[in-house]
C-alpha cells in the first residue's frame, strides 16, 4: 500500500559557516526541502511506494522542485502546479549549541494555497497511511484543506501520521496553533514529535511529564526524537528509550525527517488491526531503525537530498 505525504515543498538556504547561526552566517547553500517533501523523498529513497500532495509555484524554483519529486520516484499525481504565486524559501543554520535555526519567506507561497476542489477526487483507497504536519498548518486555505483530508481519512479508517515540526518564528497565535495541534494530536494514529516540540506544545521541561499531558488516544503511537540521546516510544502508559548512534556530525537538518521517514516505512503495510496491536518491543525495533536512518542524515549536508537509501542504512556503522 502507499503513503501520502502532504504538506510545504520549498527550498532551504542552509548555512556554510559552522555552528554560527543565522545572524553571523555568511554563505548559504541552496537545497531543496520542507518537512512533508523530505519525508516523501526520505520514504521513496527507502523504497517505500509515496505520493506528494501540495501545490507547487511554476517559478523557476518550483518547477526545479516538480522535476525533483519525479526524479526521486515520488509520485506527482497529487503535486498540483499554480501559475502566479511563488516558492517559499527558508534559511536554516546550526547554532552554537548545534541546534537548528530557521527564517522563513512565504508570501504568496503556491503550498499555502491548497483548496478542498484540490482533493476533491482523491483516490483513498490507493492509501494506507496519510501523513501531515508542519508550517503548511499556519496559513489558509492549505491548513482547512490538511485538517478536513486528516478526518477524511479517519472516517474511512485508514492510519494517519503527524507531525507538527514546530517553526515558532511563523506562528501568528500562540494560543490557536496549540489549540489545532492538541486537536490532531487526540485523533491521530502516528505521533512523532521533537522534544522541543514536546515541551513547547505542553510547556513543561521534562519529557516524561510533557507526555503524560498529552491527549493521545488509546493504541496510538509517540516518538519522541532526542537528538544526540536517540529517540523513545510511549504506547499505553509504556515509555522506552532508544539510544542513538554516534556519529562525526556535519549538520542536524532533515535528521527529524529521516527518522519520520523510517518509522513509516516499517509501519507502512500493517493493517489498522496489526497496527493497534503491534507490540512495544516492535516499536524499539523501528524506532532504532529510524534512528540509523536520521544518524545517515547527519553525516551528510542535510535536507532531502541527505535522505538515506536502504542499503545506506542496512551498512550503516557508528563510529
Same mark, same amino acid.
Request: charged share 25%; hydrophobic share 40%.
Given at each position: 500500500?502507499?503513503?501520502?505525504?502532504?504538506?510545504?515543498?520549498?527550498?532551504? $538556504?542552509?548555512?556554510? +559557516? &559552522?555552528?554560527?547561526?543565522?545572524?553571523?552566517?555568511?554563505?548559504?547553500?541552496?537545497? &531543496?526541502?520542507?518537512?512533508?517533501?523530505?519525508?516523501?523523498?526520505?520514504? !521513496?529513497?527507502?523504497?517505500?511506494?509515496?505520493?506528494?500532495?501540495?501545490? *507547487? %509555484?511554476?517559478?523557476?524554483?518550483?518547477?526545479?522542485?516538480?522535476?525533483?519529486?519525479?526524479?526521486?520516484?515520488?509520485?506527482?499525481?497529487?503535486?498540483?502546479?499554480?501559475?502566479?504565486?511563488?516558492?517559499? /524559501?527558508?534559511?536554516? #543554520?546550526?547554532?552554537?549549541?548545534?541546534?537548528?535555526?530557521?527564517? $522563513?519567506?512565504?508570501?504568496? !507561497?503556491?503550498?499555502?494555497?491548497?483548496?478542498?476542489?484540490?482533493? #476533491?477526487?482523491?483516490?483513498?483507497?490507493?492509501?494506507? *497511511?496519510?501523513?501531515?504536519?508542519?508550517?503548511?498548518?499556519?496559513?489558509? &486555505?492549505?491548513?482547512?484543506?490538511?485538517?478536513?483530508?486528516?478526518?477524511?481519512?479517519? %472516517?474511512?479508517?485508514?492510519?494517519? +501520521?503527524?507531525?507538527?515540526?514546530?517553526?515558532?518564528?511563523?506562528?501568528?497565535?500562540?494560543?490557536?496553533?496549540?489549540? /489545532?495541534?492538541?486537536? *490532531?494530536?487526540?485523533?491521530?494514529?502516528?505521533?512523532?514529535?521533537?522534544?522541543?516540540?514536546?515541551?513547547?506544545?505542553?510547556?513543561?521541561?521534562?519529557?516524561?511529564?510533557? =507526555?503524560?499531558?498529552?491527549?493521545?488516544?488509546?493504541?496510538? =503511537?509517540?516518538? @519522541?526524537?532526542?537528538?544526540?540521546?536517540?529517540?523513545?516510544?510511549?504506547?499505553?502508559?509504556? =515509555?522506552?528509550? @532508544? &539510544?542513538?548512534?554516534?556519529?562525526?556530525?556535519?549538520?542536524? @537538518?532533515?535528521?527529524?525527517?529521516?527518522?519520520?521517514?523510517?518509522?513509516?516505512?516499517?509501519?507502512?503495510?500493517? +493493517?489498522?488491526?496489526?497496527?493497534?496491536?503491534?507490540? @512495544?518491543?516492535?516499536?524499539?525495533?523501528?524506532?532504532?531503525?529510524?534512528?540509523?536512518?536520521? !544518524?545517515?542524515?547527519?553525516?551528510?549536508?542535510?535536507?532531502?537530498?541527505?535522505?538515506?537509501?536502504?542499503?545506506?542504512?542496512?551498512?550503516?556503522?557508528?563510529?
Amino acid at each position: 500500500m502507499a503513503i501520502l505525504c502532504a504538506g510545504e515543498i520549498l527550498f532551504d $538556504f542552509i548555512s556554510k +559557516s &559552522p555552528n554560527k547561526g543565522l545572524g553571523e552566517s555568511e554563505f548559504f547553500e541552496k537545497r &531543496p526541502g520542507g518537512s512533508p517533501f523530505n519525508v516523501a523523498v526520505g520514504l !521513496a529513497k527507502l523504497g517505500a511506494d509515496v505520493s506528494f500532495l501540495t501545490k *507547487i %509555484s511554476q517559478d523557476q524554483f518550483g518547477k526545479f522542485l516538480f522535476k525533483y519529486l519525479k526524479e526521486n520516484g515520488v509520485n506527482t499525481d497529487y503535486s498540483f502546479t499554480a501559475e502566479g504565486l511563488k516558492t517559499c /524559501l527558508a534559511f536554516a #543554520a546550526v547554532d552554537a549549541q548545534g541546534k537548528a535555526e530557521y527564517e $522563513f519567506y512565504r508570501d504568496n !507561497a503556491a503550498d499555502t494555497r491548497l483548496e478542498l476542489k484540490d482533493i #476533491a477526487n482523491l483516490q483513498y483507497e490507493k492509501f494506507n *497511511i496519510f501523513h501531515f504536519g508542519s508550517i503548511a498548518l499556519i496559513d489558509e &486555505p492549505t491548513s482547512s484543506t490538511l485538517t478536513k483530508l486528516f478526518d477524511n481519512f479517519i %472516517s474511512r479508517g485508514l492510519l494517519t +501520521s503527524f507531525d507538527p515540526n514546530v517553526r515558532k518564528s511563523l506562528l501568528k497565535n500562540r494560543k490557536s496553533y496549540n489549540n /489545532l495541534v492538541e486537536s *490532531i494530536i487526540k485523533k491521530v494514529d502516528i505521533l512523532k514529535m521533537s522534544d522541543d516540540d514536546l515541551f513547547y506544545i505542553t510547556e513543561k521541561k521534562e519529557v516524561e511529564e510533557a =507526555i503524560s499531558i498529552l491527549s493521545i488516544k488509546e493504541s496510538s =503511537i509517540l516518538f @519522541v526524537t532526542l537528538g544526540s540521546e536517540g529517540s523513545l516510544v510511549y504506547k499505553d502508559g509504556i =515509555i522506552e528509550r @532508544v &539510544p542513538g548512534y554516534k556519529v562525526k556530525v556535519v549538520e542536524t @537538518v532533515g535528521c527529524g525527517d529521516s527518522f519520520m521517514a523510517g518509522i513509516l516505512y516499517k509501519l507502512r503495510d500493517l +493493517s489498522k488491526e496489526d497496527f493497534y496491536s503491534i507490540s @512495544v518491543e516492535e516499536l524499539v525495533d523501528y524506532a532504532n531503525f529510524a534512528n540509523k536512518c536520521a !544518524a545517515v542524515v547527519a553525516t551528510k549536508q542535510g535536507a532531502a537530498n541527505a535522505m538515506p537509501t536502504l542499503s545506506e542504512v542496512r551498512q550503516f556503522e557508528f563510529l
